[in-house]
């Protein structure tokens, strides 16, 4: 099996194309779209670099595997759906937890389904489905968002925002529904279940202190090496860290456009709606 990586270096996110060389059967996993919220101009460069890569190899790609509903970029799924429209775009059943939950944020109405149908395929808690020859195990590891899951392939585990590269630790866990304790037990229990020796590619790499990329690692160093939360971190300690460090963290840039676009399976609408909170004091 092998795995190509591509990085979108302003949402600092990850997006991996899984192949079999043999059989040239594919997923995607994470596309990105290029969104600038100054000007509202979408474009696909990112996209490109994925579609060249699949002409290239004569790919044939069966799924678009989304980890989450991700907040700080817009998916690219249904874009890669116009130039390949058998692909299926697949996320967690729990999405439908988000949608419900950002519905009400967005004032969206009745026309907006919150049983996940803008999906092609709603994926359950450990399941197994096929992609051609690849065989993916979906391991559920919510915390970061209810709806996230990681992908095990052979060897390798696709962890979205729940596990990154040691020193950047964990996603964060003050979204919507989101739950340090979650992430606790999908980490220290789900993915830390796994062999030692599995290849672990994360969703982001911020490249702490300006350090060069890395978005790969293994289940055993993340066990020992992990910032945050390590073999030996007890769950107490890891949910009063996670939640004092999520206090102090800053929307993500894109959250708005991001979020309504990615729970409706990435279909753009012609314009965003971006809500207000009124926090103002009496003076
Ligand atoms: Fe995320």
Known sequence: MNVQHFFDKDTFTLTYIVYDHNTKDAVIIDPVLDYDPASGAIENNSLKLILDFIREHKLNPHYCLETHAHADHLSSSQELKDYFPHIKIAI????????????DVFHFGD????NGSQFDKLIKNHEEFSAGSIKIHAIPTPGHTPACMSFHIN????????????????????????????????????LYSLPDDTIVFVGHDY????????????????????TQ???????????TFREARD???????????????????????????????NKMKKI
């Open 92 to 103: 967690s059943e729990n999405i439908q937890k988000v949608q419900k939950s950002f519905k």
């Open 111 to 114: 026309d907006f389904k919150t």
């Open 155 to 190: 060897n390798m585990v696709f962890t979205g925002d729940a596990l990154f590269i040691e020193d950047s630790g964990t996603g964060r866990c003050d979204f919507p529904d989101g739950s340090a304790q979650d992430l606790y037990t999908s980490v220290h229990e789900n």
């Open 207 to 226: 490249q702490p202190n300006g350090r060069d990329l890395r978005f790969e690692t293994t289940i055993g160093q993340s066990k020992m090496h992990n």
């Open 229 to 239: 939360l390590r073999k030996e971190t007890s769950r107490e300690e890891y949910v």
């Open 247 to 277: 206090k102090t963290l800053k929307a993500p840039r894109l959250l708005f456009a991001s979020i309504q676009v990615n729970i409706n399976a990435g279909v753009l609408p012609t314009e965003l709606k971006m809500p207000l909170f």
